[in-house]
């Protein structure tokens, strides 16, 4: 289970990351 967590973490992290590249570059 930590495991799981600390991946969606990560992919959370990567969504968001690419939201505001998104955002700033448009």
């Not at 289970?1 to 505001?20: E, I, K, N, P, T």
């Amino acid at each position: 289970l930590d495991v799981a967590r600390r991946s969606s973490v990560q992919d959370d992290r990567g969504m968001l990351r690419h939201h505001l590249l998104q955002i700033f570059t448009a």
